[in-house]
Every structure is written in C-alpha cells, then in structure tokens.
T-cell receptor, first 116, second 112 residues
Framework: KAGVTQTPRYLIKTRGQQVTLSCSPI?????VSWYQQTPGQGLQFLFE???????NKGNFPGRFSGRQFSNSRSEMNVSTLELGDSALYLC???????????????FGPGTRLLVL | GENVEQHPSTLSVQEGDSAVIKCTYS??????FPWYKQELGKGPQLIID?????GEKKDQRIAVTLNKTAKHFSLHITETQPEDSAVYFC???????????FGKGTTLSVSS
C-alpha cells in the first residue's frame, strides 16, 4: 500500500506571497492532519480534516487554511507569507473513525518551505 | 493549553546499552500516546503506541509504559544499535489519534 505523499517536497517563496501544499493520504484513510515543524517550536498541530470538514484546529492564525476533497486528498494554504513560516510542513493520515485500537497516524515526508 | 514535556533533549549511549526517554502531559482527557522516530530528511515514523487502558506495551527491543495517574509515559529501548540514532518524539492525543500534541524531541546518539 502506498504511503502518504506530499507535493512539492521543496518550495522557496518570498514574503507576502501565498503558497499551496498538497497531501495525498493512504488509500482508505479519511482523516488528514497537518503539522508545522520548526527547530524552535517543534511539531505543532495545524488542523485536521475528516470527510471534507475541518474537525480539529490548532492555534495558528487565519493565514493558515486548508481543505479536503471528496477523494480525501488535502491542501493547505498559507497566505501573506512571513519569514517565520519557514518550516517543514507535514501531513499525516489515518482512518479517522475513532475506533479504539485502530487509529494510527502515518506521516508523509513533508514539504520544506523557505520564505525569503 | 495542552502541553507535553519530554526529557532529555539529547541522549548519548554506547551500543548495547539501554535508553529511556520520559514524557509528561497536561491534558487528563488524553488517552492515546504514540512514539515517533524521525530520521534526517524524513517524516516521523510510528514505532510504538499505547492507549490509556494499558499500562505497558512491548515490541521486541522497544517498550512503552504509561502511568495515567501521574500523567507520564516512557519509552525504553534495550540493546541499542547505531541505527537507533535519530530524533524521538512522544505525543498525546484523543481517542481518534488525531490532533496530536508533541514533545520537543530527544536526539538519541548510539555510538559503536
């Protein structure tokens, strides 16, 4: 079974621009979560989508948004980029059904975003 | 807000020794505790997880213990090997296993 894939793997943008990152979950997984990883703050939860609806949200400004399509693929968008948005953005997928003993998040390789 | 503290931040051991990483969490509603290993240039990979109805779980050289009363859980790696060198993260989450709150990570170095 193919793992979680993320595109692009690397991205360079300048301040003020916007960016869209894409994530394809493992086949059959309906939950997609996004995380930001930086050396200073570590891994921080951005949001989770399940069946095209945002189900959980972390403490990030509204410049960070996402969506999920009917095939469970997800995109996240960051508008008005700031230097501090430079990070590794990780996507993770799971079944999302909340079944005890069944839920495990599998991470993709991430998209490394550099904001200049 | 919810918080997960992880110690130590760095850990150096000799090949064959044991390594222990400890985490504490603040949200008493958390009931899922995974451990991830991250190698350079890769995403985190799940190595073991434990749920709140279990006190201990073992998988070959790796074991995790959970003390829900004290709100802490630990990762134990026995007979360490150089390939165990990586950054290890603990996390706490809800029943669905999503919206994970991560610790800051432990860089484990195993020297031969």
């Amino acid at each position: 079974k193919a793992g979680v894939t993320q595109t692009p793997r690397y991205l360079i943008k300048t301040r003020g621009q916007q960016v869209t990152l894409s994530c394809s979950p493992i086949s059959g997984h309906r939950s997609v979560s996004w995380y930001q990883q930086t050396p200073g703050q570590g891994l921080q939860f951005l949001f989770e989508y399940f069946s095209e609806t945002q189900r959980n949200k972390g403490n990030f400004p509204g410049r960070f948004s996402g969506r999920q399509f009917s095939n469970s693929r997800s995109e996240m968008n960051v508008s008005t980029l700031e230097l501090g948005d430079s990070a590794l953005y990780l996507c993770a997928s799971s079944l999302g059904l909340g079944l005890a003993g069944e839920e495990t998040q599998y991470f993709g390789p991430g998209t490394r975003l550099l904001v200049l | 807000g919810e918080n997960v503290e992880q110690h130590p931040s760095t850990l150096s051991v000799q090949e064959g020794d044991s390594a222990v990483i400890k985490c504490t969490y603040s949200d008493s509603a958390s009931n899922y505790f995974p451990w991830y290993k991250q190698e350079l240039g890769k995403g985190p990979q799940l190595i073991i997880d434990i749920r709140s109805n279990v006190g201990e779980k073992k998988d070959q050289r790796i074991a995790v213990t959970l003390n829900k009363t004290a709100k802490h859980f630990s990762l134990h790696i026995t007979e360490t090997q150089p390939e165990d060198s990586a950054v290890y993260f603990c996390a706490a989450g809800n029943q669905a296993g999503t919206a994970l709150i991560f610790g800051k990570g432990t860089t484990l170095s195993v020297s031969s």
